[in-house]
């Protein structure tokens, strides 16, 4: 094995056991919905994402959920075969490097649907236990995404008076996500910004 492939591996797994320390501590350390201000800008939040990003599913029930791991693996490992791909064909180190962070991304929340409704008690109203005597909070491949960085920049206050919509704090950024969807969407903003270096014509 030559130091590049040796390099990214180190690099995801580097990537990934750091979203999953982030999320063991948050999962040990606090109850669903738990809220600790480090400054009023960013704030750490505890939730669980059933779903995609943002909360998005493909319908209720263990079937969909089920459905949604799957697909997760699915796409995970042709990304996985195309960053080997890029290897073999000697593409430039950002173009590994970008495929690295999406491939990380996605490996740090396919462990929490994979695992964590197993490993994990429940965390609604108190702080979860790990491996509990009793069984997790569901089953395989039934786990819940870890969210926990919040960044609510400001505040805007809409005046009653506007139609629908009046009467409301409107909180500027409100997801929550964690280190894995950072680290997908770092490799998407690589690949708008550097797409002719990613994928050079000349290979």
Same mark, same amino acid.
Not at 23 to 34: C, D, P, S
Not at 53 to 77: D, H, M, N
Not at 104 to 121: E, L, Q, R, T
């Given at each position: ?44 939040? $505890?939730?669980?994402? *059933? %779903?995609?990003?943002?909360? /998005?599913?493909?319908? #209720? @029930?263990?079937?969909?959920?089920? +459905? =949604? ?50 490993? $994990?008690?429940?965390? *609604? %109203?108190?702080?979860?236990? /790990?491996?509990?005597? #009793? @069984?997790?909070?569901?089953?395989? +491949? =039934? ?50 910004? $550097? ?9």
């Amino acid at each position: 094995m030559n130091k590049k492939p040796a390099f990214i591996i180190i690099f995801i797994f580097l990537l990934v056991a750091l979203d999953q320390m982030l999320k063991f501590y948050i999962k040990l350390n606090y109850y669903l919905g738990e809220e600790y201000v480090i400054f009023d800008w960013f704030r750490i939040h $505890f939730t669980e994402n *059933e %779903g995609m990003a943002l909360g /998005f599913t493909f319908g #209720e @029930g263990a079937w969909a959920k089920i +459905l =949604l791991t799957l697909l997760r693996i699915c796409a995970v490992s042709c990304l996985i075969w195309y960053l080997w791909y890029c290897f073999k064909k000697k593409y430039p180190s950002i173009t590994l490097i970008t495929f690295s962070f999406i491939v990380a991304g996605a490996i740090g929340n396919i462990i929490d649907s994979i695992f964590y409704g197993v490993i $994990f008690s429940s965390s *609604e %109203g108190k702080v979860a236990t /790990f491996l509990p005597e #009793e @069984g997790g909070y569901s089953s395989f +491949l =039934l786990g819940n995404v870890v969210d926990m960085l919040y960044f609510p920049l400001f505040k805007v206050y809409i005046p009653e008076d506007v139609p629908l919509i009046g009467g409301v704090n409107f909180i500027f950024f409100q997801p929550i996500f964690n280190l894995a969807d950072s680290y997908v969407t770092i490799g998407v903003i690589m690949i708008v910004l $550097f797409y002719k270096k990613i994928f050079p014509k000349n290979l």
